[in-house]
């Protein structure tokens, strides 16, 4: 398993930018499938985002397609959301997550590596 630490979550106005980081420790990371998935107050948590061991391969859910861009750096271990246009409704803790395989499922279940999460607050 690999240890994560997200980072580089705030507060924002809506229609604003952040950039969330998740440093990541561990002989894995480099051959480790990333995701970003995000819960809201009295809400499940939701998949955001996932990019494949080698940055080839993304998926988004629906609701953050066009806005956020996941991205990873296998030299410094460490993976980014850059999310852009945010809405009142991206507000959320986000979490860090990886598992070893790409799969079909979006299902937190799925992934046993977890970070411990930074609050995105977006303001209307």
């Known amino acids: 398993q690999v240890q994560l630490v997200e980072s580089g979550g705030g507060l924002v106005q809506a229609g604003g930018s952040l950039r969330l980081s998740c440093a990541a420790s561990?002989?894995?990371?480099?051959?480790?499938?990333m995701a970003w998935f995000r819960q809201a107050p009295g809400k499940e948590r939701e998949f955001v985002a996932r990019i494949s061991w080698s940055g080839s391969n993304t998926d988004y859910a629906d609701s953050v397609k066009g806005r956020f861009t996941i991205s990873r750096d296998n030299a410094k271990n460490t993976v980014f959301l850059q999310m852009n246009s945010l809405k009142p409704d991206d507000t959320a803790v986000y979490y860090c997550?990886?598992?070893?395989?790409?799969?079909?499922?979006?299902?937190?279940?799925?992934?046993?590596?977890w970070g411990q999460g930074t609050q995105v607050t977006v303001s209307s």
């Open positions: 561990g002989r894995t990371f480099s051959s480790s499938v």
């Open positions: 997550a990886a598992r070893t395989t790409w799969g079909t499922k979006r299902d937190p279940a799925d992934f046993p590596s």
